[in-house]
């Protein structure tokens, strides 16, 4: 017998709802990714290398974890579902590890007792976030199983995303990391302070604790009592069959790779850029939050907007429009400031009023970047719980969970594998780590990596975009399908 679900149609209201829970895992992957590297090295004192290999361990640990959550969500029975009980569990989780991350490492001494402490908190924190996160995205595939719904429902999870990483991310230097000054009027710079990472921690917990039980709580409809449904999967063999047969899925291994290079190209951007920031562009402080909060808001404006343009014209075309936008962005910006059309920090006075026309120019071409890539990330997440849908009508099993990880464990492996590439080329670019100078040469060569490595990544996505079938008559048949065999 089919697996069954409970199909009442969500309203916006359920939707936000659930999307507020992609809030609790954005505060901890983002915090972690914006504020670890600085706080394992200047607060903790650990070497770089040592610094990194904690963090990507625990990426490693959490890639191979996701899978084996999702089989395990997929083949739960309980009077709760197979989502809410971990999501609640994981969520609380998550809030406690990532205080005692910021906190207790500090009272620690000797570096390989940090290190060691450092490590094994960022696994707990993995696993947490893997307890929460994979129950909870299959959640958002059984809450909006129709074809367009799915696209609605990704782009409010990604658009709270960007707000709370715009809240918590572009704003943080400002809410936790103000600059101290002593009574001799030395000023202390507030990411060299030790309590700010305790205070933040603290307050970002309790909020990831709060999203995490407003989503499970406000979501509690959808959890159906499903102790009577059979369950397929109990030993380890039959995890490794469901595995394998997702990645033996041909519609699936194209939205995987796809949304592997989009990955792929996001994370080269983003790990380059801040060098451009700092070193190219010399942007302020004031400026930084500028331009890297206007390239999330532009992200999160993108999601919200993804399903009227997928209403419009489909979800292919739709991934088509992000690329573009995305490819025109990148361009653009190399075309302006590498082909000398403005220079780093021109202004133009109007009025007597001076207008910093370089900074504008360059947050506006990268708000588009990021708003291409606003479009597709939320797409690619509703291409997976389609295919989901297909591989159920064919099979009469639900692997929600299933897919929802493999699909998380292949950006992570993406996101692994790019660190590595990211500090190869930020090497050849002739980038000296610790100097407060660069040499005008790498200074030009980096720029360069900001401009173009993104665009020509990701537009490589565009020749397995357009191989992917499924459109909106595709999975009308698909959903009707289901429909017939749940009646």
């Not at 361009?331 to 920090?345: K, Y």
């Not at 006075?349 to 900074?359: H, N």
Request: glycine share 8%; hydrophobic share 50%; with cysteine.
């Amino acid at each position: 017998m089919m697996n069954q679900t409970n199909h009442k149609k969500a309203g916006l209201a359920d939707i936000f709802k659930y999307a507020v829970g992609e809030g609790a895992t954005s505060i901890t992957m983002n915090g972690i990714s914006n504020f670890a590297m600085v706080y394992l090295t200047q607060i903790l004192s650990l070497a770089p290398t040592w610094a990194a290999l904690a963090i990507g361990i625990s990426i490693f640990w959490d890639a191979v974890t996701d899978p084996i959550m999702g089989h395990i969500s997929d083949n739960t029975r309980s009077r709760w579902g197979r989502r809410h009980p971990y999501s609640l569990i994981g969520g609380l989780f998550t809030a406690v590890t990532f205080f005692l991350f910021w906190s207790v490492p500090q009272m620690l001494n000797g570096p390989v007792i940090i290190f060691f402490m450092a490590l094994i908190i960022n696994l707990l924190i993995r696993t947490a976030v893997t307890v929460f996160f994979v129950p909870f995205t299959a959640l958002g595939f059984d809450i909006c199983p129709e074809y367009e719904s799915r696209s609605r429902l990704q782009g409010v999870r990604y658009f709270i995303n960007q707000i709370v990483n715009f809240t918590f991310g572009a704003l943080a230097w400002t809410l936790f990391f103000k600059d101290h000054i002593t009574e001799t009027g030395k000023r202390i710079d507030g990411s060299l302070i030790g309590s700010n990472y305790v205070v933040m921690g603290f307050v970002l917990a309790i909020f990831v604790a709060l999203l995490a039980s407003v989503c499970c709580f406000g979501t509690r409809n959808y959890a159906v009592d499903n102790r009577k449904e059979q369950v397929h999967g109990k030993r380890l063999a039959d995890f490794w069959v469901d595995f394998s047969s997702i990645f033996k899925n041909r519609l699936a291994i194209r939205v995987f790779v796809f949304y592997i290079i989009v990955q792929f190209s996001m994370l080269l951007t983003s790990m380059v850029q801040m060098f451009a920031y700092i070193f190219y562009m010399q942007f302020t402080p004031l400026e930084k939050t500028c331009v890297h909060g206007g390239g999330m808001l532009a992200f999160a404006l993108a999601s919200l907007n993804l399903p009227h343009i997928v209403k419009r014209y489909d979800k292919k075309p739709a991934g088509y429009i992000g690329i573009g936008l995305a490819v025109f962005g990148g361009l653009s910006l190399l075309t302006v400031f590498h082909g000398g059309q403005l220079a780093p920090q021109q202004t133009i006075e109007f009025s007597g009023i001076t207008f910093p026309v370089a900074t504008i120019v360059f947050g506006l071409l990268q708000a588009c970047w990021w708003g291409g890539c606003g479009m597709i990330v939320p797409l690619s997440s509703s291409m997976i719980a389609d295919i989901a849908a297909i591989d159920q009508s064919r099979t009469g099993e639900l692997k929600n969970a299933g897919y929802a990880s493999v699909f998380s464990f292949c950006t992570k492996a993406a996101s692994s594998i790019g660190m590595y590439i990211c500090g190869f080329l930020v090497q050849i670019a002739g980038i000296i780590s610790g100097a407060t100078e660069q040499t005008p040469e790498a200074v030009s060569n980096i720029a360069l990596l900001t401009f173009i490595s993104g665009p020509i990544v990701i537009f490589c996505s565009v020749f397995v975009l357009r191989k992917y079938p499924v459109n909106r008559a595709y999975m009308q048949q698909i959903e009707q399908r289901i429909a017939a065999n749940n009646g």
